[in-house]
């Protein structure tokens, strides 16, 4: 088999295509998840500390100096993405908790199915319901 056929037999499984959609799927929701923690929870959050914009939190370890930016640790953009994972972590183990309850749900209404017993057990009864008639 070819390196290009197996490449397309790879590419072209269902795993593959599905984790492809997951993928572009997860960046929208990420993008929508920055935009709720940036625009919508930040601001009245910042407005109760007192008009503070988290976003502009910042620790100065080198002043601006001779037409150089200054040099800073960016602790609110930190606690903004903190967030944002925090929420997006939360909505993914809800996401898997349905999930899981809905195939819990699905093995309890299936019926049960009878095991089938193994052929020489099968073969036993047989030969015993045979000596049985004869007797």
Same mark, same amino acid.
């Given at each position: 088999m070819s390196i290009l056929q197996e490449f397309k037999d790879f590419a072209l499984k269902g795993n593959v295509v599905d984790m492809a959609v997951g993928i572009i799927i997860g960046g929208a929701f990420g993008t929508i998840v920055q935009s709720l #923690?940036? %625009?919508?929870? /930040?601001?009245?959050? +910042? /407005?109760?500390?007192?008009?503070? !914009? @988290?976003? !502009?939190?910042?620790?100065?370890?080198? *002043? *601006?100096? %001779? +037409?150089? %930016? =200054?040099?800073? /640790?960016?602790? +609110?953009? @930190?606690?903004?993405?903190v967030i944002s994972?925090?929420? #997006? *972590?939360? =909505? #993914?183990? *809800?996401?898997?908790k349905a999930i899981?309850?809905?195939?819990?749900?699905?093995?309890?209404?299936?019926?049960a199915a009878s095991p089938v017993p193994p052929a020489s057990e099968v073969y036993l009864k047989e030969i015993r319901d045979a000596l049985v008639k004869k007797a």
């Open positions: #923690v940036k %625009d919508v929870l /930040m601001p009245p959050i +910042g /407005m109760l500390l007192g008009g503070v !914009d @988290f976003s !502009d939190i910042k620790l100065t370890l080198k *002043a *601006a100096a %001779d +037409g150089k %930016d =200054a040099v800073t /640790m960016n602790i +609110g953009v @930190f606690l903004n993405n994972f925090l929420i #997006v *972590a939360l =909505a #993914v183990f *809800a996401l898997i899981n309850e809905l195939r819990k749900r699905f093995e309890r209404e299936k019926p």
